[in-house]
């Protein structure tokens, strides 16, 4: 069970756009449109911001967005604010009722 | 108000034994499927182990199965997890999870507790 990819880190000026992506296989992200991202703020809990790929729940901005294709999950977030600044992990359903994380980005607002 | 309170974390000893709660209100406990979520210290998040609303079914990673249980009282809104023989790289806040209408959504979390296993 590794973990999916996501690059290490991420930057823009608020006002920006940027995309995080998160890459699996055919057995998990290709496999199911499960795929959920969340932001962690510094001690705090992580918080859904996507599901389903590319729905947010309730009270989620606009700004975020996701989408899927193949193997390949991304989250992107328009016109950056600081409060963006946080760490960012997908998360896929890979079967037999397990889940997987990304390894986590972290979004640096300049 | 929706609200996941879980205790119990503390500082064991290799090859101890620690039992995580989870007290849960503000929403119907015993509809929704539950998940412990650990994070080791400066590292990523790591699904731990899932339980069915009633308790018949339940999954787990890897690296804790034969080690760690999740169990459930939907008459307290309680999760917990048994955790034996523990290791240096059980070591990790864990948080406890209501998963929502679809596997991709771990729709609440609690705020952690901290588990540190060191001699």
């Known amino acids: 069970q590794s973990a999916l990819t996501q690059p290490r880190s991420v930057s823009g000026s608020p006002g920006q756009s940027v995309t995080i992506s998160c890459t699996g296989t055919?057995?998990?992200?290709?496999?199911?449109?499960?795929v959920s991202w969340y932001q962690q703020h510094p001690g705090k809990a992580p918080k859904l911001m996507i599901y389903?790929?590319?729905k947010r729940p309730s009270g989620v901005p606009g700004r975020f967005s996701g989408s899927k294709s193949g193997n390949t999950a991304s989250l992107t977030i328009s016109g950056l604010q600081a409060e963006d600044e946080a760490d960012y992990y997908c998360c896929s359903f890979s079967g037999s009722y397990t889940l997987m994380f990304g390894g986590g980005t972290k979004l640096t607002v300049l | 108000e929706v609200q996941l309170v879980e205790s119990g974390g503390a500082l064991v000893q290799p090859g101890g034994s620690l039992r995580l709660s989870c007290a849960a209100s503000g929403f119907t406990f015993s509809s929704h499927w539950m998940t412990w979520v650990r994070q080791a210290p400066g590292k990523g998040l790591e699904w731990v182990a899932h339980?069915?609303?009633?308790?018949?079914?339940?999954y787990y990673v890897d690296s804790v199965k034969g080690r760690f249980t999740i169990s459930r009282d939907n008459a307290k809104t309680s999760l917990y997890l048994q955790m034996n023989s523990l290791r240096a790289e059980d070591t990790a806040v864990y948080y406890c999870?209501?998963?929502?209408?679809?596997?991709?959504?771990?729709?609440?979390w609690g705020q952690g507790t901290l588990v540190t296993v060191s001699s």
């Open positions: 339980i069915k609303q009633d308790g018949s079914e339940k």
């Open positions: 999870g209501t998963v929502g209408s679809s596997w991709s959504q771990l729709l609440y």
């Open positions: 055919s057995s998990d992200v290709g496999a199911y449109n499960y």
């Open positions: 389903d790929a590319t």
